[in-house]
């Protein structure tokens, strides 16, 4: 009875970044200078763009960076440059939170 039961997607939050500051680069668009607050931020996660408390954006990471180094993954503590796929319109304060939708097998507990 349990396989035949749909896999439920469910969300599972990697990590959370406050932007410092943004910075325009004429080729790549708007770059937001994070902090890591809480957790890592990985290049494969998805992001959520929340600005005083509202859900604003929600998509992929166009890069991220460390000093002029293209990274995977940044820890907690640690300064980086984030650019969001096909959205520019970040400013100071924002929060960026970072997770991943995973598959999981339902049972019958």
């Not at 997607?9 to 790549?28: D, M, N, P, R, W």
């Not at 929340?50 to 859900?55: A, L, N, P, S, Y």
């Not at 604003?56 to 980086?80: A, M, P």
């Amino acid at each position: 009875m349990e396989g035949m039961l749909e896999a439920v997607e469910v969300e599972e939050t990697l990590g959370e970044a406050e932007v410092k500051q943004t910075f325009k680069a004429s080729k790549i668009g708007r770059i937001a200078g994070c902090i890591v607050n809480e957790g890592k931020v990985t290049r494969t996660a998805s992001v959520r763009l929340i600005r005083e408390g509202t859900v604003i954006w929600t998509g992929e990471l166009g890069s991220l960076r460390r000093f002029k180094d293209n990274v995977q993954e940044v820890e907690e503590g640690q300064e980086c440059g984030i650019v969001l796929d096909g959205y520019a319109d970040v400013k100071e304060d924002d929060v960026l939170e970072f997770f991943q939708t995973k598959q999981v097998e339902q049972t019958l507990e």
